[in-house]
């Protein structure tokens, strides 16, 4: 990994650390609050050693990289999703019907923003700016946050949480299945639509 890398990776795994805190907390897997500060630095190192594991199977496989970048960068985008999601809901206490749908739009809105910018510039690294790049990215973004906000109110409000789980426990099991189903329309959005490389004539 280069020293760029490095230090991208080392950023991103402290604002997981950070970011995951909220979602910890909230699911109450357990009231020390020094285990819940643990599983949040775990989950940061996890993105370090990710990053390193990727970046040794790249050396056979090049693709590999950017796609690890990606799913890191998506990591980050899921925790800062999951954090302002989980904020809210400590905040007003609202974890179904409406109002969730509405805090997992906000909180989709928000991972947005910052995954344009660490797609654009490392994972991607798209180093001209076309004209419509706002509007394509914008498009590809409103089409993934209706993937995202749908699959996540159809999970929390059309399912029922299994017997014996809490609403909040069920609202962050809905979020990580809406990740997973527009994870992959982001990558192809992201890659082929809005940061495509132009090719080069020889």
């Known amino acids: 990994m280069a020293k760029r890398d490095w230090r991208a990776g080392i950023l991103i795994a402290a604002l997981i650390a950070v970011l995951s805190f909220p979602t910890v907390r909230n699911l109450d897997f357990t009231e020390n609050l020094g285990l819940q500060i643990l599983a949040s630095l775990i989950l940061g190192m996890l993105t370090i050693i990710g990053l390193v594991v990727v970046s040794y199977?790249?050396?056979?496989?090049?693709?590999?990289?950017?796609?690890?970048?990606?799913?890191?960068?998506?990591?980050?985008?899921?925790?800062?999703?999951?954090?302002?999601?989980?904020?809210?809901?400590?905040?007003?206490?609202?974890?179904?019907?409406?109002?969730?749908?509405?805090?997992?739009?906000?909180?989709?809105?928000?991972?947005?923003?910052?995954s344009y910018f660490w797609n654009k510039h490392w994972t991607f690294e798209a180093e001209t700016k076309k004209k419509a790049e706002f509007i394509e990215f914008f498009v590809v973004s409103v089409i993934g946050l209706g993937i995202n906000v749908g699959v996540a109110s159809f999970v929390v409000n059309a399912l029922n949480a299994p017997t014996g789980m809490s609403e909040v426990a069920w609202a962050n099991i809905g979020a990580f299945i809406a990740v997973a189903v527009s994870l992959i329309w982001n990558f192809i959005g992201y890659k082929f639509i809005v940061f495509k490389k132009k090719e080069v004539t020889p």
């Open 57 to 114: 199977l790249s050396r056979w496989i090049s693709v590999l990289w950017q796609i690890g970048k990606f799913i890191v960068v998506g990591g980050l985008n899921t925790f800062v999703d999951f954090g302002v999601l989980n904020l809210l809901i400590l905040i007003t206490g609202v974890a179904s019907g409406v109002g969730f749908s509405i805090f997992k739009a906000v909180s989709f809105a928000v991972a947005v923003i910052n």
